[in-house]
């Protein structure tokens, strides 16, 4: 029987300064992670995907754009609330959870959502743009 091979971003990133070594803090990064597979990845990335690459626009695809866009910006506010108080999502520094939470956040506009009206987003974006080997979604 052949092996699956998976990418488990957590055993990729342990040793590394990505991950922090205590339980608590990566249960804190799972959490983050999680979050962002499930409350912010569908909502942001498939309005992204859909507008960038000009999926064809039918009345059912509006309404599920709408409702897609509503539930991307109830999780833009969640990120919103918690980076106010944070400079990153857990231990105040830069681990895989932002890595995951940046990619599709960064070229959300590009899905017809405001990031204006997000200051600490913004702030946050910036800071991960500043990593060594920063590296965004697009280029060019």
Sequence with gaps: MPTRVGCDPVLLAEGT??????????????RWMFFEQYSHEPYIAVPRAWVHFGVE??????????????????????????????DFFVANRYTIADIALYAYTHVAGEGGFDLSRFP??????????AQPRHVPITQG
Excluded: C, D, Q
Aim: without cysteine; charged residues 35%.
């Design 17 to 30: 300064p990505y991950l922090p070594s205590g339980r608590f803090e990566k249960a804190r990064v799972l």
């Design 57 to 86: 626009t039918t009345e059912e695809r509006t309404k599920v754009l709408e409702e897609k866009r509503r539930l991307g910006y109830a999780a833009l506010e969640v990120m919103e609330e918690h980076l106010s108080e944070n």
């Design 120 to 129: 600490a987003i913004g702030a946050w974006m910036e800071l991960v743009r």
